[in-house]
């Protein structure tokens, strides 16, 4: 009976002892274009997400099957008809930074990180297929 005891105060100790900050907030996004060609001529990939728009938010998108760390940053964040937080960034980044497997796998995972205080980070993904198109295809 002893033996029993003791993995269930190990257990409990452990969950007592798990950081606050390591509880994950989520939230739905929605990255703009779904099908991205890697030859367009656009300029922009937009991510707009559930969240309502907090002035001093920073932003970041990544591949979650890239290496940690790989990412890149919005360069603009601003607030939808809805006031739901919009990020905006680069086509030509998110292709060469995050999309530069795609020819293996042209179904993408991208991920976006959103920091809008030291302890609040909320986190969202979203799928993308990714095509090389040069020229106009016409279909008949």
């Known amino acids: 009976m002893k033996h029993a ?10 969950v007592a002892a798990a950081p606050a900050w390591a509880q994950e907030i989520t939230m739905n996004i929605v ?15 937009t991510v707009h997400t559930s969240i309502p728009y907090v ?11 890239y290496e940690p760390g790989t990412s890149i940053a919005a360069f603009s964040i601003y607030p939808d008809d809805c006031g739901d937080l919009v990020a905006k960034f680069h086509l030509n980044d998110v292709v060469s930074t995050l999309l530069a497997d795609a ?11 959103v920091t809008v205080s030291d302890d609040e980070d909320w986190y969202g993904i979203d799928t993308v297929k990714v095509v090389d198109v ?7």
């Open 31 to 45: 990255v703009s274009p779904s099908v991205i060609n890697i030859n367009a001529q656009g300029n922009y990939v």
């Open 55 to 65: 002035e001093g938010a920073a932003a970041t998108l990544h591949n979650v099957d």
């Open 5 to 14: 005891a003791i993995p269930i105060i190990m257990c409990v100790a452990a």
């Open 103 to 113: 020819a293996e796998n042209p179904i993408q995972v991208l991920g976006l990180t």
């Open 134 to 140: 040069i020229g106009k295809q016409v279909s008949q």
